[in-house]
């Protein structure tokens, strides 16, 4: 199974900062990556696809970079509905898996 | 609109069996591959299960192969969930998960369904 590694596990930031996070992938999985954001209680939401398309509705703070083994999402200036968790997912290939989420703090 | 409503959770004992169904609305259901993804508390995601439109291809995560199975009724714009010989570590929430166009990433989620498997 491909491993997907997030860094930072967690991460304070502020109001207005821009964050980025990153997502490694064990082995080459093209562009075939995700980003979703969780919030406490909710179901997860899709925000980016194939690495770097925007999901229908959601803010241009967000954006998504990468190809290959390597992927970052970026968020350019945080809102306070943005502190949330966030999971990269590849599905390159099954079994489609997750990384072990990135959790946004405020500072 | 979009609407995935999953059921069937429910507290079980180790070794039990339960079913999940997730009905589905707002979109043409044997069109799209479906996926469930759970969550154990406090921990993330976990792919386990998924399954073309038409039902014909099934995929699963190691950790649940030969325990679950997946399988839709087209007719009914149903998702299931068989889940045999379940572990405590089968304890989470399940989600379905619509797939966003022939890739399994997932642009629409259910509320989830808890499933707790003690003693």
């Known amino acids: 199974a491909i491993r997907m590694t997030q860094s930072p596990s967690s991460f304070s930031a502020s109001t207005g900062d821009r964050v980025t996070i990153t997502c490694r992938a064990s082995?080459?999985?093209?562009?075939?990556l995700a980003w979703y954001q969780q919030k406490p209680g909710k179901a997860p939401k899709l925000l980016i696809y194939?690495?770097?398309t925007l999901q229908g509705g959601v803010p241009s703070r967000f954006s998504g970079s990468g190809s290959g083994t390597d992927f970052t999402l970026t968020i350019s200036r945080l809102q306070s509905e943005d502190f949330a968790t966030y999971y990269c997912?590849?599905?390159?290939?099954?079994?489609?898996?997750f990384g072990q989420g990135t959790k946004l703090e405020i500072k | 609109e979009v609407q995935l409503l999953e059921s069937g959770g429910g507290l079980v004992q180790p070794g039990g069996s339960l079913r999940l169904s997730c009905a589905a609305s707002g979109f043409t259901f044997n069109n799209y591959a479906m996926s469930w993804v759970r969550q154990a508390p406090g921990k993330g995601l976990e792919w386990v299960s998924g399954?073309?439109?038409?039902?014909?291809?099934?995929y699963y995560a190691d950790s649940v192969k030969g325990r679950f199975t997946i399988s839709r009724d087209n007719s009914k714009n149903t998702l299931y969930l068989q889940m045999n010989s379940l572990r405590a570590e089968d304890t989470a929430v399940y989600y379905c998960?619509?797939?966003?166009?022939?890739?399994?990433?997932?642009?629409?989620w259910g509320q989830g369904t808890l499933v707790t498997v003690s003693s």
């Open positions: 082995q080459g999985i093209s562009s075939y």
């Open positions: 998960a619509k797939a966003l166009g022939v890739y399994s990433n997932f642009d629409y």
């Open positions: 399954n073309s439109g038409s039902g014909d291809s099934a």
């Open positions: 997912q590849q599905y390159y290939s099954d079994p489609y898996t």
């Open positions: 194939a690495a770097s």
